[in-house]
């Protein structure tokens, strides 16, 4: 299978996933509005909320996927890697007001007071919800870390923190039932803002770093040097190597001393076969290799095998 088949592949599958979480949120926030206003339960009608941004979020992220996943043209030479990481920063944003709102009636419901009523099927929906997230965060976030996908894997985490907040909210209703305290609801409202608060400072701070060409990891970068250094004897020396990476596409640039009176035709298949060599282990990425000539004497150099081919004496 070819690169840009592996690719389009792995493309296919985070949509199908980023689809899933739009199904799974979608049935999610139904039930959870209707038990939350039938109960008179802040804490459901968080969860509610929270499932709400996790759809709005889900729908940003498809869309942005889908964006990141076109090839480059003629305005973005680079490809469109980033859609994700300004759709992981707008998600941000909306999982932060989220919280305000969820802690605006939390505080409203301590002072004013109030019951909650039909704690038992709020119990039920709750586990229920906790399971459904858990088992599509999982899936999504083993795809998003094959396919390398930020937007898929923002989306991911939200449903995770969903999977915490409902166990919490399930645990609160259970203490109310019984104890036959209120309190619980809108505490547990509070502690669950919290967690979406530093779930959305998180996911900012990601995001953005995605925006400001951040390297690559010193894992990749130390993959693409050794395999230069595997070709040792083909030249002379590198420097100036360079890497970024714009969603789940690498990009990386480097100078290559090769010697002086070798043959153009030469130094370039000699490039195209270390390009193929890196692309081989880091698949996604996009190398220029620069060819400078070896600017040292002869009678200085300390590395003469590699002048000495066939065609160059």
């Known amino acids: 299978m070819s690169e840009n088949n592996r690719y389009s592949a792995a493309h296919k599958e985070v949509i199908g996933a ?17 038990a939350g206003l039938l109960m008179g339960s802040i804490s459901v009608l968080s969860e509610a909320i929270h499932s709400g941004i996790d759809l709005i979020a889900a729908l940003i992220a ?17 490809g469109h890697g980033k859609f994700e990481n300004v759709s992981g920063t707008v998600e941000a944003v909306l999982i932060f007001a989220a919280a305000l709102i969820i802690l605006f009636h939390a505080f409203e419901k301590i002072t004013k007071g109030g019951e909650v009523e039909y704690v038992g099927a709020g119990i039920f929906i709750m586990g229920m919800s906790a399971a459904v997230n858990f088992i599509v965060s999982r899936r999504l976030i083993k795809i998003a870390r ?6 898929l894997e923002a989306d991911a985490y939200h449903l995770s923190t969903d999977v915490y907040t409902s166990v919490g909210v399930f645990i609160g209703l259970v203490l109310i039932r019984l104890t ?7 505490v547990l409202a509070i502690l669950i803002a919290l967690i979406i608060l530093k779930t959305s400072f998180d996911l900012t701070k990601r995001s953005l770093s995605g925006l400001m060409d951040v390297k690559l990891s010193d894992n990749e970068e130390s993959i693409i040097r050794s395999i230069i250094a ?11 190597l360079r890497t970024r990476m714009s969603g789940a596409e690498r990009f990386a640039d480097l100078h290559l001393v090769v010697p002086k009176k070798q043959h153009v035709g030469d130094a370039h298949r000699f490039c195209d076969h270390l390009e193929k060599d890196i692309k081989n282990k880091i698949p996604n990425l996009s190398i220029l290799i620069h060819i400078e000539p070896c600017e040292i004497g002869c009678e200085e150099c300390k590395k003469l095998d590699v002048c000495r081919t066939p065609d160059m004496d």
Do not use: C, M, T
């Open 230 to 240: 595997g070709h040792y004897s083909q030249y002379f020396e590198y420097h100036d």
């Open 62 to 78: 498809n869309y942005s996927i889908r964006k990141a996943g076109k090839p480059a043209d003629e305005v973005h030479r680079f």
């Open 146 to 151: 094959k396919a390398e996908s930020i937007a």
């Open 180 to 186: 036959g305290n209120p309190i619980f609801d809108p």
């Open 18 to 34: 980023a689809r899933l979480s739009i199904y799974s949120n979608s049935f999610l926030l139904l039930i959870k509005l209707f």
